[in-house]
């Protein structure tokens, strides 16, 4: 039943490890986005695809890879994990030009 | 570039009451969409009302309303007889209909009903 899935819910690592988090969404939708929000709240998009195409990128370490093996699937790869990378990220799905994001229950990161 | 701000970091009402949260933004588009979110301590994102900018009518769901008054970017939410399950923080946020669809959220209030 579960729209939006996240694995894990939650990480704990050491710096300088490499750590994946995996969303898949079921509900048909052409467009996955990841978001991180920080310790203090706040969210911002970091990657955004549409059919499995790259169609956002904001300013984001090129330590942090996305990708998409098919369209109900968005993982997001992290290289050298370092202390502010702490935090929990948000997968989201939406039909392409619809306005309404539906969301993951998010995993957070704690990076030691 | 879009930016969404909430001046009110934290707020705090006693149960029935009527709360109001702030939330302006800054745009040079005219077509687009706003929401708010809820996020309770079990950090689910959860859409509590969206708006469509073209329309000049007030969305409103339940015991959520909004103001909004698109000349002045502004986009309040006006929770009425407020229940302890409304504690959580509550997100301001915004998307173009054109262009890149990515939210852009406000920094978040923290909403907590007093019992």
């Known amino acids: 039943d579960t729209a939006v899935s996240q694995t894990p819910k939650y990480l704990v690592t050491q710096m300088g490890n490499d750590k994946s988090i995996k969303c898949e969404q079921n509900l048909g939708h052409d467009t996955m986005y990841w978001y991180k929000q920080d310790s203090k709240k706040f969210l911002k998009i970091m990657f955004s695809?549409?059919?499995?195409?790259?169609?956002i990128n904001e300013t984001v370490p090129n330590r942090f890879s996305p990708k998409s093996p098919d369209k109900a699937h968005l993982n997001l790869h992290i290289n050298s994990l370092e202390l502010g990378d702490s935090a929990v990220y948000f997968c989201a799905s939406s039909q392409v030009f619809s306005n309404e994001q539906f969301f993951g229950p998010g995993t957070r990161l704690t990076v030691l | 570039a879009q930016t969404v701000t909430q001046s009110q970091p934290e707020m705090s009402v006693q149960e029935a009451e009527t709360v109001t949260l702030s939330c302006t933004y800054d745009t040079s588009e005219s077509n687009y969409y706003l929401f708010w979110y809820k996020q309770p301590p079990s950090r689910q994102m959860i859409l509590v009302i969206r708006q469509e900018a073209y329309k000049q009518q007030n969305a409103t769901e339940n015991r959520f309303s909004v103001n909004f008054q698109k000349a002045a970017k502004s986009f309040s939410l006006k929770i009425s007889d407020s229940q302890l399950g409304d504690t959580a923080m509550y997100f301001c946020?915004?998307?173009?209909?054109?262009?890149?669809?990515?939210?852009?959220f406000g920094q978040g209030t923290r909403l907590t009903i007093n019992p």
């Open positions: 695809y549409n059919n499995k195409e790259l169609i």
């Open positions: 946020a915004f998307i173009l209909i054109q262009g890149a669809q990515k939210l852009v």
